[in-house]
């Protein structure tokens, strides 16, 4: 897989579909790879005429791991946190987003769509409303504005994403089943072989505790984003799990809330993960909501030359 220069780091990505199509920028959250964006998903994605871009974030996967920034001590952190102190993190969430943006900078893209799935939602919204200008409709899966009057993750599922991984193979398979089964949607199928081979497919990219830690304190410092929401201009789309235990719906209907003309869509059956059973409608909504963002973009700029369709990636004549 190729990797790309942006923000002063390397991130790994991977590409499906025709470069010339319309992009979606897939983001993803605390301590997971890209290629929990499964790749059949993602295809389904590109089968509909987009250009579908995953990668890893820093400190996870391939990407670069920014010892030099430090380390964290997350005891001092979640202590800190729970007396209200201010955090100081070796990065933040909004370093995070400008990775994002790097990457479209390095790719030759001046915009895209962006998806981002639980800390990668929260990434996808500081996107958006900190570079407006690169987000052409931003969609929010499993996340929230991370306000601390919103109610918090069940316990178990808290305990089981703190719980030390295993450092061996097999025992990192078996323990990513564990997580998932605890956080993921449960009233369908769990498919756990899929799960523990990918499972072992992270564990051969490379795992990297020290860096899931800076990740969580990016999130920890980055405090209530609804102000900040409130000015997104981006077409939004918010989808939640009414089952979640690791950010109860609340979170993405205080999301919708916060972004003036959001569209919410909540799925009983959904925990905190993307189950096979769903992707048929999950491809649905995402198709749909680029569909439309692309038509209202396009109208608003009224007619342009055959040559600047082209070059804004137009994936067909819409009526």
């Not at 900078?105 to 919204?125: E, F, K, N, R, Y």
Request: glycine share 10%; proline share 7%; charged share 25%.
């Amino acid at each position: 897989m190729p990797r790309a220069a942006a923000n002063g780091i390397e991130l790994e990505y991977e590409s499906f579909g025709q470069d010339q199509a319309t992009p979606i920028v897939l983001i993803m959250g605390f301590a997971s790879q890209m290629i929990v964006w499964d790749e059949a998903f993602c295809r389904a994605l590109a089968n509909r005429g987009l250009r579908v871009i995953r990668f890893d974030n820093r400190d996870v996967g391939l990407s670069t791991k920014v010892d030099h920034l430090g380390t964290v001590n997350l005891g001092a952190a979640l202590l800190a946190q729970s007396l209200g102190r201010p955090l100081a993190p070796p990065y933040t969430l909004d370093d995070m987003a400008d990775d994002v943006a790097g990457l479209l900078d390095a790719l030759g893209l001046a915009s895209a769509h962006v998806c981002g799935a639980s800390m990668g939602g929260m990434i996808a919204q500081t996107l958006a409303f900190r570079r407006p200008d690169r987000v052409r409709s931003l969609t929010s899966i499993m996340s929230t504005t991370s306000d601390p009057e919103l109610p918090q993750a069940e316990l178990r599922a808290q305990g089981v994403l703190l719980e030390p991984a295993p450092v061996d193979r097999e025992g990192y398979a078996e323990h990513a089943v564990k997580v998932w089964r605890t956080i993921g949607s449960p009233g369908l199928l769990f498919d756990e072989e899929r799960i523990r081979e990918r499972g072992r497919r992270a564990f051969d990219r490379g795992i990297y505790p020290k860096g899931l830690v800076r990740q969580l304190t990016a999130m920890m410092a980055h405090g209530s984003r609804r102000e900040r929401l409130r000015g997104v201009v981006a077409p939004t789309l918010v989808i939640h799990g009414e089952a979640d235990p690791l950010i109860p719906m609340a979170g993405g209907q205080d999301t919708a809330r916060c972004i003036v003309g959001a569209r919410l869509v909540t799925l009983p059956e959904m925990g905190h993960d993307l189950p096979r059973p769903l992707w048929p409608r999950l491809v649905e909504e995402i198709d749909r909501h680029v569909r439309s963002a692309e038509h209202s973009a396009t109208a608003s700029a009224g007619p342009q030359p055959i040559s600047a369709r082209a070059a804004n990636g137009r994936r067909r004549r819409l009526p």
